[in-house]
């Protein structure tokens, strides 16, 4: 028995294309929750691609998985190839740290597994700082994993439970979803583990499934049964609810709270306006209908998988070619984005769909060779250089960006004793107090990036080593501590030193508390000043530093003066400073380190202001301005634009230098 052809429902074309400029709007410009966007996108598929298969259960009492999986394949994989494949050639000719683990990346993306390759991989603060080129394909992973195991589910279902029983079943596995990416992000540094799970954000897709289960005949056009009164309610309500997505999507600032509760909520919201829109001329909100009828809603929701596929990566390689702002990122990527959607949904996808794979091939291949030409020749010679790109982006792709490069080194020149840290037990020990009344760096101050959100800084790694320890030891009275008498293991509170007078800065009495940037340039800075104590940690902001110097204090290991380098990961405000200075207390000498990267990072540029304020009012503190020299050296930075590499961190160490003898 065959099914019945599916009505197609008004507006939802139009809905996936504003999804998918939510997200790409997002990606572009700094600000903004769009990654809600995404979960539009499930909302719609789970509640089409339920629709289908309880139909076809109802009425032939079967699902035919081969058909329903072999339509799935012929829809999405082919765009997928097509992306995965361009994307890799475009790589071949950018280099760099574009080709940063492009093998992992693309096996995933052609096989629906990226996701989970990408927990597996384990989550890396450089994913902002040097940016996967097919990140956004663990969504695409998502919905192809629903795809496969939906079917099963919905079959039982269906085959078990009443009309009125399956609704409340779907919603329950959506709860179900999220508590457990609650559980999984709560307690994390890093929610990419919930963020991108299958298990864990399935809320969307089964909210569009509980509709579906509600209102079995709205995919054949059926509206939902409401008196008029509730049908203008319901059709204002549609309004507000997009406006209320589009306006969160560019404005709503991000939060641990949005993971997962704001893509809840965006998820329930959707499925309000898929609500709102079943029913054709009968629709609760048929003039929302209408303008997302309209022919140019329609022809870029149909291209919307293509724009969505294609964006990303067109981002993130114009970061590594051309570092340009968001404006100018803007003006390239959303034209390239559609161009390349809409010749892949024109030539490839569509023909692919309605023939199928081997048709297509043998269609397509019949009329180049009637019809030759040059045109032929060329298009040949185009698909065969674009290969062979793509095939030596993956032979040249390599683990590690240049950033975790520079940084690995560091790191372990500071392990082998060539850098020095303060104790890293005292600087553990920090962050955690910090924590508690803290926000964790860069939580309200950064904006996310792309489908993985910015975690919490993890505690500081302990950076010290025997020689450090026992100096930083050794000038705890320099420090302004003085030791109780009667127990000398414990140190008093601190004692007012205005008229402290430390000695000149030689390595002993110096201590960095820097971020990634200053672990990349410790061995740099140990050469220049051998005694000084390093303690760098990845992703580290200013927001944890009164907790660790508290610690030091406390350890007997805080030295007299004080380089600061904590503006690359978030602004730096009054209450910031007057922490860090209501734990330093009097008598320190303080170094504070301008920070660099790429346009995009727009809050570097308010720390450096914030810094240069401080500097002017407070006489006992100097501005280590490493943002102009990088400013004047990009060539010797890493592929982020944020860490120098071994003649840049000398530069660093030198300004650095510089400004703690100018005391």
């Given at each position: 028995?065959?099914?019945?052809?599916?009505?197609?429902?008004?507006?939802?074309?139009?809905?996936?294309?504003?999804?998918?400029?939510?997200?790409?709007?997002?990606?572009?410009?700094?600000?903004?929750?769009?990654?809600?966007?995404?979960?539009?996108?499930?909302?719609?598929?789970?509640?089409?691609?339920?629709?289908?298969?309880?139909?076809?259960?109802?009425?032939?009492?079967?699902?035919?998985?081969?058909?329903?999986?072999?339509?799935?394949?012929?829809?999405?994989?082919?765009?997928?190839?097509?992306?995965?494949?361009?994307?890799?050639?475009?790589?071949?000719?950018?280099?760099?740290?574009?080709?940063?683990?492009?093998?992992?990346?693309?096996?995933?993306?052609?096989?629906?597994?990226?996701?989970?390759?990408?927990?597996?991989?384990?989550?890396?603060?450089?994913?902002?700082?040097?940016?996967?080129?097919?990140?956004?394909?663990?969504?695409?992973?998502?919905?192809?994993?629903?795809?496969?195991?939906?079917?099963?589910?919905?079959?039982?279902?269906?085959?078990?439970?009443?009309?009125?029983?399956?609704?409340?079943?779907?919603?329950?596995?959506?709860?179900?979803?999220?508590?457990?990416?609650?559980?999984?992000?709560?307690?994390?540094?890093?929610?990419?583990?919930?963020?991108?799970?299958?298990?864990?954000?399935?809320?969307?897709?089964?909210?569009?499934?509980?509709?579906?289960?509600?209102?079995?005949?709205?995919?054949?056009?059926?509206?939902?049964?409401?008196?008029?009164?509730?049908?203008?309610?319901?059709?204002?309500?549609?309004?507000?609810?997009?406006?209320?997505?589009?306006?969160?999507?560019?404005?709503?600032?991000?939060?641990?709270?949005?993971?997962?509760?704001?893509s809840v909520l965006a998820s329930l919201l959707?499925?309000?306006?898929?609500?709102?829109?079943?029913?054709?001329?009968?629709?609760?909100?048929?003039?929302?209908?209408?303008?997302?009828?309209?022919?140019?809603?329609?022809?870029?929701?149909?291209?919307?998988?293509?724009?969505?596929?294609?964006?990303?990566?067109?981002?993130?390689?114009?970061?590594?070619?051309?570092?340009?702002?968001?404006?100018?990122?803007?003006?390239?990527?959303?034209?390239?984005?559609?161009?390349?959607?809409?010749?892949?949904?024109?030539?490839?996808?569509?023909?692919?769909?309605?023939?199928?794979?081997?048709?297509?091939?043998?269609?397509?291949?019949?009329?180049w060779l009637l019809t030759g030409g040059v045109?032929?020749?060329?298009?040949?010679?185009?698909?065969?250089?674009?290969?062979?790109?793509?095939?030596?982006?993956?032979?040249?792709?390599?683990?590690?960006?240049?950033?975790?490069?520079?940084?690995?080194?560091?790191?372990?020149?500071?392990?082998?004793?060539?850098?020095?840290?303060?104790?890293?037990?005292?600087?553990?020990?920090?962050?955690?107090?910090?924590?508690?009344?803290?926000?964790?760096?860069?939580?309200?101050?950064?904006?996310?990036?792309?489908?993985?959100?910015?975690?919490?800084?993890?505690?500081?790694?302990?950076?010290?080593?025997?020689?450090?320890?026992?100096?930083?030891?050794?000038?705890?009275?320099?420090?302004?501590?003085?030791?109780?008498?009667?127990?000398?293991?414990?140190?008093?509170?601190?004692?007012?030193?205005?008229?402290?007078?430390?000695?000149?800065?030689?390595?002993?009495?110096?201590?960095?508390?820097?971020?990634?940037?200053?672990?990349?340039?410790?061995?740099?800075?140990?050469?220049?000043?051998?005694?000084?104590?390093?303690?760098?940690?990845?992703?580290?902001?200013?927001?944890?530093?009164?907790?660790?110097?508290?610690?030091?204090?406390?350890?007997?290991?805080?030295?007299?003066?004080?380089?600061?380098?904590?503006?690359?990961?978030?602004?730096?405000?009054?209450?910031?400073?007057?922490?860090?200075?209501?734990?330093?207390?009097?008598?320190?000498?303080?170094?504070?380190?301008?920070?660099?990267?790429?346009?995009?990072?727009?809050?570097?540029?308010?720390?450096?202001?914030?810094?240069?304020?401080?500097?002017?009012?407070?006489?006992?503190?100097?501005?280590?301005?490493?943002?102009?020299?990088?400013?004047?050296?990009?060539?010797?930075?890493?592929?982020?634009?944020?860490?120098?590499?071994?003649?840049?961190?000398?530069?660093?160490?030198?300004?650095?230098?510089?400004?703690?003898?100018?005391?």
């Open positions: 028995m065959q099914v019945k052809q599916r009505t197609r429902v008004r507006g939802l074309d139009g809905l996936r294309a504003i999804a998918a400029f939510i997200v790409l709007f997002f990606h572009i410009l700094p600000g903004g929750i769009g990654y809600i966007g995404v979960d539009v996108f499930f909302v719609l598929s789970g509640f089409l691609i339920t629709s289908l298969l309880q139909r076809e259960y109802l009425e032939t009492k079967r699902i035919n998985l081969k058909r329903f999986w072999g339509k799935r394949v012929r829809r999405l994989t082919p765009a997928v190839v097509v992306a995965t494949v361009g994307t890799l050639g475009l790589a071949a000719l950018v280099g760099g740290d574009a080709l940063v683990q492009l093998r992992w990346q693309s096996f995933g993306a052609v096989t629906g597994t990226y996701n989970w390759f990408q927990i597996a991989n384990g989550s890396s603060y450089f994913e902002e700082q040097s940016p996967k080129l097919l990140t956004n394909m663990w969504s695409l992973a998502v919905e192809q994993q629903f795809y496969l195991l939906w079917p099963f589910f919905v079959w039982l279902i269906v085959m078990l439970a009443s009309r009125k029983v399956s609704p409340w079943i779907a919603l329950s596995l959506g709860g179900v979803s999220a508590i457990w990416y609650q559980i999984l992000a709560g307690g994390a540094a890093d929610p990419t583990r919930a963020y991108v799970g299958t298990d864990t954000h399935a809320f969307g897709l089964m909210v569009g499934a509980a509709i579906a289960f509600a209102l079995p005949r709205a995919i054949e056009g059926a509206a939902p049964q409401m008196s008029k009164s509730a049908k203008r309610y319901v059709g204002i309500g549609a309004w507000i609810a997009l406006a209320t997505l589009v306006v969160a999507g560019v404005s709503v600032a991000d939060s641990r709270f949005m993971y997962p509760w704001g959707a499925g309000f306006i898929v609500v709102a829109l079943l029913g054709g001329q009968d629709a609760a909100a048929p003039r929302l209908a209408r303008v997302l009828e309209s022919k140019p809603m329609v022809w870029l929701g149909h291209r919307s998988y293509g724009i969505y596929l294609w964006h990303w990566p067109l981002i993130a390689l114009s970061f590594y070619a051309f570092h340009p702002n968001s404006w100018i990122s803007a003006l390239v990527v959303i034209p390239l984005s559609v161009l390349f959607a809409h010749l892949s949904f024109t030539y490839i996808e569509t023909p692919i769909r309605r023939e199928g794979f081997i048709a297509w091939i043998r269609t397509r291949g019949r009329q045109l032929a020749r060329v298009v040949a010679a185009f698909v065969a250089a674009v290969l062979l790109l793509a095939g030596w982006s993956l032979v040249a792709s390599k683990p590690l960006s240049t950033a975790e490069e520079y940084v690995q080194a560091g790191e372990q020149a500071l392990d082998a004793g060539t850098g020095g840290g303060a104790s890293g037990d005292a600087s553990q020990t920090g962050d955690a107090e910090s924590e508690e009344g803290e926000n964790a760096p860069g939580e309200n101050d950064t904006p996310t990036e792309g489908d993985e959100p910015e975690a919490e800084a993890p505690a500081p790694a302990q950076t010290d080593n025997a020689d450090s320890q026992s100096s930083a030891e050794n000038s705890a009275g320099e420090a302004g501590n003085s030791r109780n008498p009667a127990n000398p293991g414990a140190p008093d509170a601190p004692q007012p030193a205005t008229d402290f007078e430390p000695v000149a800065p030689d390595g002993s009495n110096v201590l960095v508390i820097g971020d990634s940037v200053t672990v990349a340039a410790a061995p740099a800075l140990k050469e220049k000043m051998p005694n000084m104590a390093v303690d760098g940690e990845v992703s580290r902001s200013i927001k944890p530093a009164p907790g660790i110097i508290n610690a030091m204090r406390n350890s007997g290991t805080l030295r007299p003066y004080v380089v600061l380098a904590l503006a690359t990961n978030g602004t730096i405000t009054d209450a910031d400073w007057q922490a860090v200075e209501a734990a330093l207390g009097e008598g320190h000498r303080i170094v504070l380190v301008t920070g660099y990267g790429p346009a995009g990072k727009t809050w570097i540029g308010a720390a450096n202001e914030k810094i240069k304020q401080i500097a002017q009012t407070n006489p006992n503190v100097r501005v280590a301005d490493w943002a102009s020299i990088a400013a004047q050296h990009t060539d010797m930075l890493a592929g982020d634009h944020v860490h120098p590499n071994r003649t840049a961190a000398g530069m660093y160490a030198a300004e650095v230098i510089r400004a703690l003898g100018s005391f």
